[in-house]
């Protein structure tokens, strides 16, 4: 593997900052992305492979299956490996992953061209805000809707709704806010996490500030009105750890 690609640890906030910039999916988050969402999210590594897991229970031949925001296409993967798992079951399927970033596709696309296994994948560099999705069996929206404006997040899943076929999901991955009390028991059990995963008090306060005006939050309350208002006819979490949970919103 080239160095252009190969995996970095993450040590972008290591050193003393003047002046914290707003955090962004640009080449240097991408090159170290594996380790910083790995000593970041807790249960990301379940969440990805049971997003494989679910794709393989819901996806319909000649369906098209989605990860939007795919990053370094993690969640593109593990459908692509379930998918194969099933066979003629789930002929005629494709995978697209969409994300907005180029230096996330162009190494998402490498992981995908090195892949052994041969369901058809698209990786493309598109704003999944105006992407026309259509005839989804099948769509993850793993850590990303949390990024995206409030006032668009709506918009946005009545879109995905409307491109669901009958009986299709959505996984929809999200960090969440909570009442004062529990607040507070949350942040420090991340804030645990990331210490037990070797980031420093610097590492952490940086990319705290780096990342509070652009990662927004909501409640679990708050996700399931907005899904089922969006279109999906039951919603069911199906993972938690400490402050990131998993969703399944069913059309």
């Known amino acids: 593997m080239s160095d252009t690609?190969?995996?970095?640890?993450?040590?972008i906030y290591q050193t003393a900052l003047d002046k914290?910039?707003?955090?962004t999916f640009d080449n240097a988050v991408a090159r170290v992305f594996p380790d910083m969402i790995k000593r970041s999210v807790p249960g990301y590594a379940e969440t990805v492979a049971m997003s494989g897991i679910i794709a393989g229970r819901y996806a319909t031949p000649g369906?098209?299956?989605?990860?939007?925001?795919?990053?370094?296409?993690?969640?593109?993967?593990?459908?692509?490996?379930?998918?194969q798992a099933r066979g003629d079951e789930l002929s005629g399927c494709r995978i697209i992953g969409i994300d907005n970033s180029q230096s996330m596709i162009e190494r998402a696309g490498h992981y995908v061209a090195l892949d052994e296994a041969t369901v058809p994948v698209d990786m493309l560099c598109a704003d999944i805000l105006q992407?026309?999705?259509?005839?989804?069996?099948?769509?993850s929206l793993n850590f990303v809707l949390q990024f995206i404006a409030p006032e668009q997040r709506l918009a946005l899943l009545q879109a995905i709704a409307a491109a669901t076929l009958p009986g299709g999901v959505l996984i929809l991955s999200e960090k969440l806010c909570f009442s004062a009390e529990e607040q507070l028991v949350q942040d420090k059990l991340h804030?645990?996490?990331?210490?037990?995963?070797?980031?420093s008090e610097l590492e952490i306060a940086q990319k705290r500030s780096a990342i509070e005006n652009v990662l927004i939050p909501e409640t679990e309350q708050t996700h399931i009105e907005r899904l089922k208002a969006a279109g999906f006819s039951q919603v069911v979490r199906w993972y938690q750890c400490f402050n990131f949970a998993s969703f399944l919103a069913i059309k």
């Open 191 to 199: 804030l645990d996490f990331k210490r037990a995963n070797g980031y």
């Open 5 to 11: 690609f190969d995996q970095h640890a993450d040590n």
């Open 131 to 139: 992407y026309p999705l259509q005839n989804a069996s099948v769509t």
């Open 63 to 83: 369906s098209h299956l989605y990860d939007l925001g795919c990053s370094l296409g993690a969640v593109t993967l593990a459908m692509r490996h379930a998918l």
């Open 20 to 23: 914290v910039p707003g955090f």
